[in-house]
């Protein structure tokens, strides 16, 4: 049995998948294609419905 | 991002692929790829100097091919890992030629031309797929004319523009109006170095060029080689100028974009295309609508959709907020065709359903709100991992398991599972990492069970 976690794709949904797994105590290992995390999000400005920045 | 980044029980490994998998839930044994960056990712501090000389101009992914990047690049300024990238297809070095300048620049010593694709091997108990979406491209919609008129740009691209960071530092600058900008530079720099030449022609000789070249016309210094020379730099002179004036005069009168329009449903709702609805592209469409009017507040913006969707917490608040205070019209009827009309603007015919007519308005710039579509290479990834899709090639779930995909102990969220937005995306990410953490926890595992 092993106790990690992969996580395939660093956009908003990866990255936080990730984030609760590694607050459990948990180790994860994020696998994202492009050089940098952030995914689509990250290309936001602002998002709806508050307009806050994205980033 | 940055929490990710520091996390200490976050392994990130970015620029990487996943290309074996193996075992079942509890037992995985999985093969990642880590592509060569040809850039030592200890060593890098990401201090970008190596762009900064770089000599090979790309067209920036990240902004959507509306900016340029160099061949060694970070993917966005505030990106992590924030250690550069050599794009091998681009590469001077990597593809024979003589370069190496990013080598020589970097104080690190962190370039490695000689890096290749490294292998990892994992041991995990339970796989999340969260490998999003891709923006439709509206190219083979033929009434659009996405590819033909400068204009018409998607929603993806808009928010590029929009953004401080963008390539137009948040101003929503028309893409036929940055074109003659961009040409009038390249004009620019050929008639100065031309200019040069001419001027040490005029210190030799000690006349003005249009002087010279009007006697030289009329048959003087006909056996002059010297002279010859001079005449025919300044007729490339003239041939570079002249034109620049032409386009100086027609930058004059540009200004920013304020009559915009959005179509809807561009892609999705469409039996051609993708039968769904994407969700999110009503929301987003209002949203870039009320920045634009933010940025600049002459901005009028018209909504063409057959129903404006706010399904969501204060969504329909938001949409009247965008229509009292950031001049949107929301305007119910599917677009028929755009046209190009003059100085590059897009002209849109639609019919107005309320008032049962068709109709023509004329517009700076129009917004395709794209649909969200199953990223490509999805196929691959779902045979590698061993899970299936469903017809649209989105990750088959069961509605009374959103998150569980058809083999036990891989979990999926976000748009790889159907188009939602970003409270959605988190929301089912965290459902993901909790069924996910159910595997890590299980009990007959001492170890796990004494973290627990």
Redesign the interface.
């Known amino acids: 049995?092993?106790?990690?976690?992969?996580?395939?794709?660093?956009?908003?949904?990866?990255?936080?998948?990730?984030?609760?797994?590694?607050?459990?105590?948990?180790?994860?290992?994020?696998?994202?294609?492009?050089?940098?995390?952030?995914?689509?999000?990250?290309?936001?400005?602002?998002?709806?419905?508050?307009?806050d920045c994205a980033? | 991002?940055l929490?990710?980044?520091r996390?200490?029980?976050?392994?990130?490994?970015?620029?990487?692929?996943?290309e074996k998998v193996e075992g079942q839930a509890?037992?995985?044994n999985?093969t990642?790829r880590r592509k060569a960056?040809y850039v030592e990712e200890d060593r890098c501090t990401g201090c970008g100097a190596c762009a900064e000389k770089c000599p090979t101009v790309v067209p920036d992914a990240?902004n959507?091919g509306l900016g340029e990047r160099r061949a060694i690049?970070?993917?966005?300024a505030?990106?992590?890992?924030s250690?550069h990238?050599i794009d091998a297809d681009h590469c001077r070095q990597l593809n024979g030629k003589k370069c190496g300048i990013c080598a020589k620049t970097c104080q690190a010593e962190a370039i490695n031309f000689e890096q290749k694709d490294r292998f990892l091997e994992?041991?995990?108990?339970?796989?999340?797929?969260?490998?999003?979406?891709d923006?439709f491209d509206p190219s083979p919609i033929p009434e659009y004319r996405y590819q033909e008129i400068a204009n018409v740009v998607t929603a993806?691209e808009f928010?590029?523009l929009?953004?401080?960071s963008?390539p137009t530092g948040?101003h929503m600058d028309r893409p036929s109006d940055r074109a003659v900008e961009a040409e009038i530079t390249v004009l620019e720099k050929k008639a100065k170095k031309s200019q040069k030449t001419l001027d040490k022609f005029e210190e030799k000789f000690g006349e003005p060029s249009a002087e010279f070249y009007e006697k030289f016309q009329a048959g003087q210094y006909k056996d002059d080689e010297d002279r010859q020379k001079w005449a025919d730099k300044y007729t490339s002179h003239l041939a570079d100028t002249e034109p620049l004036e032409v386009l100086k005069n027609k930058a004059e009168g540009f200004s920013v974009a304020k009559r915009l329009a959005f179509i809807q449903c561009v892609g999705s709702r469409d039996f051609r295309f993708y039968p769904f609805c994407s969700g999110y592209c009503c929301?987003?469409s209002?949203?870039e609508a009320?920045?634009a009017h933010e940025h600049e507040p002459e901005t009028t913006s018209s909504i063409f959709g057959m129903d404006i969707r706010a399904v969501?917490?204060?969504?329909e608040?938001?949409k009247i907020r965008g229509g009292n205070n950031s001049n949107i019209t929301y305007v119910r009827g599917r677009v028929a065709e755009i046209t190009e009309g003059p100085n590059n603007n897009p002209i849109i015919t639609y019919e107005d359903t309320r008032e049962r007519k068709v109709k023509s308005q004329e517009f700076d710039m129009v917004v395709l709100a794209t649909a969200c579509a199953p990223i490509k290479g999805i196929a691959e990834?779902a045979k590698t991992?061993g899970v299936e899709l469903d017809k649209y090639n989105f990750v088959k779930t069961s509605s009374l398991s959103p998150v569980d995909t058809t083999t036990p102990g891989i979990f999926v969220?976000?748009?790889?599972e159907s188009p939602m937005?970003?409270p959605e995306?988190?929301a089912?990410?965290?459902s993901?990492?909790?069924r996910?953490?159910e595997i890590?926890?299980?009990p007959?595992?001492e170890?796990?069970k004494a973290?627990a």
Do not use: W
């Open positions: 049995m092993s106790k990690d976690v992969l996580v395939i794709g660093g956009g908003i949904a990866g990255m936080q998948s990730s984030l609760d797994l590694a607050d459990m105590g948990i180790n994860v290992h994020l696998v994202e294609k492009l050089p940098s995390i952030g995914g689509k999000m990250a290309q936001l400005d602002k998002t709806f419905p508050t307009n980033i | 991002m929490d990710v980044g996390h200490p029980n976050i392994e990130l490994l970015a620029y990487s692929e996943v509890g037992n995985f999985v990642v960056r990240f959507e690049y970070a993917y966005f505030q990106g992590i890992p250690t990238t994992l041991n995990v108990g339970a796989i999340i797929i969260a490998a999003g979406y923006v993806i928010e590029r929009l953004s401080a963008g948040g929301m987003h209002i949203k009320m920045i969501g917490k204060g969504f608040e938001y990834l991992v969220c976000g748009c790889a937005d970003v995306s988190v089912q990410a965290s993901a990492a909790e996910a953490a890590a926890f299980q007959g595992n170890k796990e973290v």
